[in-house]
């Protein structure tokens, strides 16, 4: 089946720094990946549509500035977190488009 | 614009018995209804999916949900669970016209004891 994964699966970092998530399809190529974000007890919010090779599309409310996204394959998107704080930490979640949407066990990011 | 509910945060039952997660929808457009299971540090996976047709629909593990139009309702059931079906469960509609965009409820966490 599809399967993608994601790296880290959990980082920490400092305020101030920014972190890189990898969201990678590993059996399949993927022209458009998406971004989500959870917050504990809520649901799955859509942050952004990732298109290889074009810009991404993002959600009202999500800051282009501070969620760098770069889809430079048909494989891997990256989403950056810029210069973080404690506000963004969360549970990232990605998912690549075969037909269905497949999604990535997650990044859990704490910012410190 | 679309919401999801899902009243129930965590379910708990006792393994062989039946089950029912509650999803009620809001939206003004016909909709795509989506059921999809997270096991503990995997990503989501579609249990099934309402696109059109029969409002019954049958899914992966034995599970089904029926789409209830009048009452904005996508409740997923199984007549016997298992310990392995202990998981968070998510309920998520899409427009028609927008696939690409699920609006997710906030999960029931199905806890199965022996």
């Known amino acids: 089946g599809a399967v993608v994964s994601q790296h880290p699966s959990w980082v920490i970092c400092k305020s101030g720094t920014s972190v890189k998530i990898e969201c990678r399809s590993l059996?399949?190529?993927?022209?458009?990946m998406f971004w989500y974000r959870q917050f504990p007890k809520q649901s799955l919010m859509l942050m952004a549509t990732s298109n290889e090779g074009s810009k991404a599309t993002y959600e009202q409310g999500v800051e282009k500035d501070k969620f760098l996204i770069n889809h430079a394959s048909l494989t891997l998107s990256t989403l950056t977190v810029t210069s973080a704080h404690p506000e963004d930490s969360s549970f990232y979640i990605c998912s690549a488009r075969q037909g269905e949407q497949y999604f990535g066990p997650g990044t859990r990011l704490t910012v410190t | 614009a679309q919401s999801v509910t899902q009243l129930d945060s965590q379910v708990p039952v006792f393994e062989e018995a039946p089950v029912e997660l509650r999803c009620n929808y809001s939206s003004s457009v016909s909709v795509y209804l989506f059921w999809y299971v997270q096991y503990p540090n995997q990503g989501l996976q579609l249990l099934l999916k309402y696109l059109s047709g029969s409002t019954l629909v049958k899914g992966i593990n034995g599970f089904e949900a029926e789409f209830n139009k009048s009452q904005t309702s996508f409740h997923l059931r199984k007549p016997s669970v298992h310990i392995s079906d202990t998981a968070e469960y998510f309920c998520?509609?899409?427009?028609?016209?927008?696939?690409?965009?699920?609006?997710f409820g906030t999960g029931t966490r199905l806890q199965v004891f022996p």
């Open positions: 998520a509609v899409s427009d028609l016209d927008n696939t690409d965009k699920l609006i």
């Open positions: 059996d399949f190529q993927a022209t458009t």
